[in-house]
């Protein structure tokens, strides 16, 4: 009697099981596909891209050293070979203001071009620098931006002779790091487990608890200044349009997923396009209240956990192992 008992205790576990995850899935599915994946002649990790004033001319970096260069759009891309010496680096950010540009990476490096990345200099950096060079933000003639791995920030006038720091201290070692447009700040630690805000005029970063109990994973601004989160359990999360202070509810895009969320980009003020491991990709048309999957994408063999829109009609998804897709919208979305 026992062992029938303990038969039909999971018999009935499994079933319940079973109907969680099924109703758990229930993610509606894309009509379409907009997202092409681009070949490229590299296998190394991605990290960030980077377009001219000549939205036809883009540049890519990242691990081993790598850049790569597109003249159509990031339709076909070339690797440039600069000699960085024997050091491997890992050029993490990228960025142009018309035919200026700079290269941020690790260690300890950074270059600079006026000639759309014709050639490229070499920026010396200080040995004091607090940890090491993370985004680069470029501003205007002579002028950007830098953040590093432990939240100092820089700015600098003469084309990286000097730079000016924007923070007395830096807040410690970050997981990662986002600027708003008009110059603010928002910093998730290490371990997930609070974030850090700065705004212009402000001495110091401000540092806020997680509202719950599941640890940070990314963070950022939406196209209107509000803060969003992602969050360990597939969580997204967005601070209210009435009172900055307070988070709307938490919305869960794919409960059953068990991949992480990586990353998330505007389209438009309304299209939202959310990452994460394993080929996962959701969109939303509303703001993020309500979430769709293209599954298509399921089928690429990597982690995506960037994406950025150059223009709304232009955007790039990153993932490791040298996969890159392209946005190109379809007589559907339009």
């Given amino acids: 009697m026992s062992y029938l008992m303990r038969t039909l205790k999971q018999v009935v576990i499994l079933l319940a099981i079973a109907l969680f995850c099924v109703s758990c899935s229930k993610v509606p599915s894309l009509s379409y596909n907009p997202w092409q994946l681009v070949p490229l002649p590299t296998e190394s990790t991605l990290q960030d891209i980077g377009f001219t004033s000549d939205p036809n001319h883009g540049w890519i970096v990242g691990s081993n050293s790598t850049i790569l260069e597109t003249g159509d759009g990031g339709k076909t891309w070339q690797e440039l070979e600069l000699e960085l010496g024997e050091q491997n680096y890992r050029l993490n950010s990228i960025s142009f203001a018309g035919e200026e540009g700079w290269i941020a990476g690790q260690p300890g490096i950074m270059l ?112 209107d200044g509000r803060i969003w989160l992602l969050a360990r359990g597939g969580q997204v999360q967005f601070t209210s349009a009435e009172d900055p202070e307070a988070w709307e509810e938490a919305k869960y895009p794919e409960m059953s997923s068990g991949w992480g969320l990586l990353d998330l980009a505007y389209r438009t003020t309304e299209e939202i396009w959310l990452v994460g491991g394993s080929g996962n990709l959701l969109c939303s048309f509303d703001g993020g209240q309500t979430w769709q999957k293209d599954q298509e994408i399921e089928n690429v063999p990597s982690n995506l956990y960037k994406v950025v829109f150059v223009t709304p009609e232009q955007g790039f998804i990153i993932g490791n192992n040298g996969v890159l897709l392209k946005y190109e919208e379809s007589a559907q979305a339009a």
């Fill in 112 to 223: 600079h071009t006026t000639n759309g990345g014709k050639s490229w200099s070499r920026i010396p950096l200080s040995e004091r620098l607090p940890g090491e060079p993370n985004t680069i933000l470029a501003l205007g003639p002579q002028s950007a931006e830098m953040s590093t791995t432990v939240g100092a920030i820089y700015q600098t006038q003469d084309a990286g002779k000097s730079w000016q720091a924007m923070v007395q201290e830096a807040v410690g070692v970050v997981r990662n790091i986002s600027r708003s447009e008009n110059g603010k700040y928002v910093a998730v630690s290490a371990r997930g487990n609070f974030y850090s805000t700065w705004e212009p005029g402000e001495t110091a970063w401000v540092q806020h608890n997680r509202n719950n109990s599941k640890r940070l994973q990314n963070m950022g601004f939406t196209q």
